[in-house]
């Protein structure tokens, strides 16, 4: 216990950081991609797949991201499947963010404007050709300003992942806390580098927000 | 490989369970009810015609929410451990999620601040409204009842995310899983069973709300119609 807060420690915050960034990219990768399938059962023909994606996202939006990531590591542990923490932390917060996004873009398809499916069946469009060429386009564009917002809730969530072990920021200053014992000044600059990471994310969000509002005007059909 | 699953053993455990789960219960109902009113005197804050007041409620929203939930519980207690305040593991996780949960209900009570039409105000000052008259029935109460659904998953993330404060070991729900879980060697039945009471509280949460809504916004419950 006792010295002070030095060069090393900067630079160990500053691998946590990276974890943190990094953690976030599996989140939002791994997330997108199992959320994109979400979105699109969400809206699907089939009755059964509506059903069960619906389940899907009701059951982990009514679950704390911690307890999903206990479950994955110390859960899965005790039952005898071995998992590093990276591979815990990454499934948690890749179901976990496949849940919220799935749910975000499945309003998204949903608000592009209804004469855009019937114009596009109109045309002979199949179901997978009308989504690709006339819906996800517009979609995407309504789905930027939401998906934007949502990846300062990843970072911020990527927190949690300190819990099972994982060096991340927050972990990173934990660690240097319990030798230097100076927890107000260290959390402070936890504080303040996720806000960093965060605030101009959270800015973009806003202004895409307010800009996406005056494109969808030009988007509703006449 | 075997595996062998022991839900009984947990099962066993159901009042510590039970009593996690009111704990629980208890703090979001603490952080929705003083986050609520933060929320609120934030909205009017940010809409004051005095620049600094103004300022102070938008630094602390966007403070908040750009920082994480487990940090802020850290920044409170070890902060008001440093000035030399004791207070319990739980008051410190209520005033945490209070002050995390004033910062978003400030946001989404803006959104609905923003939606009252200038006209309705004006026609209430023409009826010589008094300014707290013009707070309350036109602007505050109509405001929230455009917000509601948007107020109340808020309620609901922040009660999942008071399994967070476990972390600082009040004795909520998540904590008394961590507990159970060293003790009966059944992590993963302990967690599932766990993870599925959440679903369980927010499902009584979202039941509740809604029965709110309709005490509440008495249009609602005479039209079927939201604002």
């Known amino acids: ?222 | 490989m075997h595996i062998e699953f022991d839900f009984p053993a947990v099962l066993e455990r159901w009042p510590s369970f039970l009593g996690g789960a009111v704990l629980t219960l208890e703090l979001a109902f603490i952080a929705t009810l003083f986050g609520g009113i933060l929320g609120a005197i934030g909205a009017i804050g940010r809409r004051s015609r005095n620049r600094s007041v103004a300022n102070i409620c938008t630094i602390y929203v966007e403070a908040i929410r750009n920082t994480p939930l487990l940090v802020q519980i850290f920044l409170v207690y070890f902060g008001l451990a440093s000035i030399g305040l004791k207070f319990s593991a739980f008051s410190v996780a209520a005033l945490a999620l209070v002050i995390n949960v004033g910062a978003y209900t400030t946001e989404i009570m803006r959104a609905g601040f923003d939606a009252i039409p200038q006209g309705q105000i004006e026609a209430a000052e023409g009826l010589a409204l008094s300014r707290l008259q013009i707070y309350w029935h036109v602007i505050l109460l109509p405001a929230m009842e455009k917000v509601y659904p948007s107020l109340t998953s808020q309620f609901v993330l922040l009660m999942l995310a008071s399994s967070v404060t476990s972390q600082i070991s009040a004795e909520e729900l998540t904590a008394v899983a961590n507990y159970i879980q060293s003790d009966t060697y059944r992590a993963f039945e302990t967690y599932i069973l766990v993870a599925l009471a959440y679903v369980v509280l927010s499902l009584i949460m979202r039941a509740g709300f809604w029965g709110l809504g309709m005490l509440i916004f008495p249009r609602q419950r005479r039209l079927g119609t939201p604002l």
Do not use: D
């Open chain 1, 1 to 222: 216990m006792g010295g002070h807060l030095n060069g090393n420690h900067l630079l160990f915050l500053g691998q946590g950081m990276l974890w943190t960034f990094g953690l976030s990219v599996i989140a939002l990768g791994g997330g997108g991609i199992a959320g994109f399938i979400v979105a699109l059962c969400r809206v699907s023909p089939s009755r059964w797949l509506r059903i069960a994606s619906g389940a899907y996202v009701q059951l982990i939006q009514g679950m704390p991201l911690l307890v999903i990531m206990f479950l994955a590591y110390f859960g899965l542990a005790a039952i005898g499947v071995q998992v590093s923490p990276l591979a815990a932390v990454g499934a948690s917060l890749t179901v976990y963010v496949s849940a919220y996004l799935g749910e975000i873009w499945r309003g998204c398809i949903r608000s592009v404007p209804r004469p855009q499916w019937e114009a596009a069946e109109g045309l002979a469009l199949s179901r997978a050709q009308r989504m690709r060429m006339v819906i996800l386009p517009q979609a995407v564009r309504i789905a930027t300003p939401p998906t934007v917002g949502f990846m300062v809730q990843i970072i911020k969530n990527t927190s949690l992942a300190s819990v099972v072990g994982f060096v991340e920021l927050t972990r990173a200053g934990q660690i240097i806390n319990n030798s230097l014992f100076e927890p107000f000044l260290i959390y402070s600059i936890i504080a303040l580098v996720y806000f960093v990471l965060c605030f101009p994310i959270s800015r973009l969000s806003h202004r895409l927000e307010r800009r996406g509002g005056a494109a969808r005007e030009t988007l509703t059909p006449a």
